[in-house]
């Protein structure tokens, strides 16, 4: 491990930053600055940062991974997707609107752009499959939401 003293100059006159530049045997550095924070850059291009107990990591490809503090984790694919993941359920949200919801008692969930809604339960049989809800059944369909909720929390 090589530690490179380093002091550069902020974009403001008189105001100094001092980072201490950390060299790993595999090639990556880490950078320490005086506010607690830490990045991480490895060789093929990924960056890490590091700060106040949550995580961004910053891939070549364009994907960006977040975890905070209690764990949830999000991911904003180069495609355009993004993904949740929770301890009650991942979701994926797609470009087009379409946004597909797993909770953790397997029960799935898909929302669709057209306002079709499918349901299915941990066996994976469908149990809802609406093409356009009318206002009575959007009204049940909360309704339906809460039941799988509760099925969750059992689990």
Known sequence: VAVIPYHATALRPGCRVRLHLKK???SYFEKFYPNGSKEIVF???TVKHLKDGQEETLFPDGTIVRVE???DKT???SNGQKEI???QFK???YPDGTVKTVYCSGCQETKYASGRVKI???AGNVVLDEKQM???HAASHGKCQLQIFAKTDKN
């Open 24 to 26: 790993k045997k595999n």
């Open 43 to 45: 060789p093929n291009g």
């Open 69 to 71: 503090r209690n764990g």
């Open 75 to 77: 991911i904003v694919l």
């Open 85 to 87: 993941h929770t301890a």
């Open 91 to 93: 979701r994926r949200e």
């Open 120 to 122: 299915k339960d941990e």
């Open 134 to 136: 009318s206002p009575q």
